[in-house]
């Protein structure tokens, strides 16, 4: 289940830079401590590194964003340069995607911690195509990515001492979104039928179109039976069951009392206790 549902949204948004009590309190596990710099060589002296974080960001959310702001918090003056791959490279090695290259792009552009995107972007990375971008360190999870017979294409990077590890949101995927979507395929087909789009815009056949729109009016007509019986429940059975629960209670309790016992109900063959004869 994803995590965003805990968190407060009334408090102010993230700010960059230095993370404050806010920042600290709803993303304390993604900060990571600021790297000595002194341990680089490639970067010593410069007040401005950059930091490069490259991915598909299909249907951008929050865990995209996340990964983005570690990598935007590593050093006191970060300028983020986003890689997006392209369509084609993505349709190849990973799968087809729900939006398009240039919908994409405009998403991580949109991104407040992007500085800069470079579209498209290589899937392998190499030291040349870093230093032809200025690029000091790439972000990536720990973890090795492999591609084929290559263990990890992040390797030579990492070899170079320019990796930056951050870590993963694994309470929300680009996989999971679309595995919602379809685990509620019919429910979203009938939303968008009933919002004006034609049944060739949804790539679905006649019969299917006429079986959820009949299958909307079966769920109508329960609801609606469903809420008449509620209401009635509610304003003639509830009301009459109390009172005839509250008027048994008080016959109960008058018996308890010692009082005159409620003797309806009794028939008139009852035998009655006679006073005793001499």
């Known amino acids: 289940m994803s995590d965003c549902k805990k968190q407060n949204y009334s408090t102010p948004a993230v700010k960059l830079g230095e993370p404050d009590e806010i920042y600290a309190e709803r993303y304390g596990h993604l900060i990571n401590p600021v790297p000595d710099i002194s341990q680089y060589p490639h970067v010593r002296?410069?007040?401005q590194i950059?930091?490069?974080?490259?991915g598909v960001f299909d249907?951008?959310?929050f865990g995209h964003a996340r990964y983005i702001m570690q990598a935007k918090n590593k050093f006191p003056n970060t300028w983020i340069v986003a890689g997006v791959s392209s369509g084609e490279t993505t349709n190849e090695l990973k799968g087809r995607t729900v939006m398009t290259e240039e919908?994409?792009?405009?998403?991580?552009?949109?991104?407040?911690?992007?500085?800069?995107v470079i579209c498209p972007a290589p899937w392998c990375l190499t030291l040349e195509f870093l230093d032809q971008h200025n690029i000091d360190f790439v972000a990536q999870g720990a973890d090795p990515y492999p591609m084929g017979d290559i263990p990890d294409i992040y390797k030579p990077i990492k070899d170079a001492g320019r990796f930056l590890p951050v870590f993963r949101t694994n309470s929300v995927s680009t996989s999971e979104l679309i595995s919602?979507?379809?685990?509620?395929?019919?429910?979203?087909?009938?939303r968008n039928l009933e919002r004006?789009?034609?049944r060739h815009d949804l790539g679905i056949n006649i019969l299917t179109e006429k079986r959820l729109r009949v299958k909307k009016r079966v769920e109508g007509v329960q609801k609606r039976i469903?809420?008449?019986?509620?209401?009635?429940m509610a304003y003639f059975y509830e009301p009459i069951s109390h009172r005839i629960y509250a008027y048994l209670s008080e016959g109960e309790a008058e018996d308890e009392e010692g009082e005159p016992r409620d003797t309806r109900g009794e028939t008139a063959d009852t035998p009655t206790q006679q006073p005793e004869t001499k």
């Open 45 to 47: 002296g410069k007040d």
């Open 50 to 54: 950059r930091i490069y974080v490259d």
């Open 59 to 61: 249907m951008f959310h």
């Open 103 to 116: 919908e994409r792009c405009e998403n991580v552009r949109q991104c407040r911690y992007v500085d800069e």
């Open 180 to 190: 919602r979507i379809i685990a509620e395929y019919d429910e979203y087909l009938t």
């Open 196 to 198: 004006g789009y034609t």
């Open 226 to 232: 469903h809420d008449y019986v509620a209401d009635f």
